[in-house]
């Protein structure tokens, strides 16, 4: 009797996170179709080119359940809520490339793991994987959440086509002279990153086609996206702004 009700319970909750889980988004690059499927806060899971791939997913394993398994795990920095260890070994194969930066090697070890450094790049069948900065301007007498080189954001390429993934980050340079970015997904919440302000400036800057303002909650609550994409439209009509829940339930 009492494992029929753990299993039932089981089976509600598996059926819970995927009844809040919001619809994927399809995005046309070109010839080939990205979509997008936001979990929370950090974490998304994007297909293109025939690749899964799992963009700091914490939260555990049940969250995942009913999407296809992960090709690549890209992990932006060690912070608990980008990298989870219980969760990656719950949602990992044999086949799974892990790429990291050398911060989260020095902690998880694994046998497809390819760790990169600002500026490093890796081939994987048609997508090309860019390692870019991610950090916190320091400011006097501390230390920065966010060290320069401590992390990584990623640009995912596929058929020249772009995919921006911020990681935690100020509007540093790097992210200004971004390139060509066909879909960025771009954070803001303070302290640990940046008001929707500087966020909204930086995304001028660098132009990306479509933008989903992600990791936005922070000490003081969920940031205002709405006023991020009033002010991303005030500034160039041509950006398109996605808002998406990625805080269900």
Not at 30 to 47: E, N
Not at 144 to 159: C, I, L, S
Not at 217 to 223: I, V
Request: net charge neutral; glycine share 8%; hydrophobic share 40%.
């Amino acid at each position: 009797m009492k494992s029929g009700i753990l299993a039932l319970l089981f089976v509600l909750a598996l059926y819970s996170t995927e009844a809040q889980r919001i619809a994927p988004d399809t995005i046309s690059l070109g010839k080939r179709s990205l979509f997008v499927q936001p979990i929370q806060h950090a974490s998304v899971v994007l297909t293109v080119a025939g690749k899964t791939i799992y963009v700091d997913p914490v939260g555990g394993a049940a969250k995942y359940q009913g999407l296809a398994s992960p090709d690549i795990i890209l992990i932006t920095h060690v912070h608990g809520d980008h990298f989870d260890t219980a969760t990656l070994r719950g949602i990992m194969t044999k086949s799974t490339l892990l790429v990291v930066p050398q911060s989260v090697a020095d902690k998880f070890k694994d046998a497809g793991e390819v760790v990169m450094a600002n500026g490093d790049q890796k081939k994987v069948d048609e997508l090309s994987i860019t390692a870019v900065p991610m950090y916190n301007f320091p400011a006097p007498n501390t230390t920065p959440r966010h060290p320069k080189g401590w992390g990584n954001g990623y640009v995912v390429t596929v058929d020249g086509r772009n995919i921006y993934l911020s990681g935690d980050t100020e509007d540093i340079p790097e992210m200004r002279a971004l390139k060509n970015i066909d879909v960025a997904f771009v954070c803001m919440n303070l302290p640990y990153t940046m008001d929707i302000n500087h966020a909204a400036d930086a995304v001028l800057a660098f132009k990306p086609r479509i933008v989903y303002p992600y990791h936005y909650r922070g000490q003081g609550g969920l940031s205002d996206v709405n006023g991020f994409k009033n002010l991303v439209e005030a500034g160039n009509k041509q950006i398109e702004v996605r808002l998406r829940n990625w805080y269900p339930g």
